[in-house]
């Protein structure tokens, strides 16, 4: 299996608490957290596009 191509989200903008995305073979989107690399959440086009959607729609509150 290939390492997948990352690329850090243009929101990124400082080298600490990026977010990292990468599309795989199988049409899935790879998510991962700059400060933990190993932990890679894979998601559907659809599901991520609804969670970004969500959030813009509803930030979340501060704590």
Known sequence: MSEPTWQKSSFSE???NCIYVAPA?????HLRESEEPRT???SAPQGLTA???HLKAEP????
Request: proline share 11%.
């Open 25 to 29: 073979l199988d049409g899935t989107i």
């Open 14 to 16: 400082d080298q600490v």
């Open 51 to 53: 969670l970004l959607r």
């Open 40 to 42: 890679v959440l894979t």
């Open 60 to 63: 979340p509150t501060p704590v």
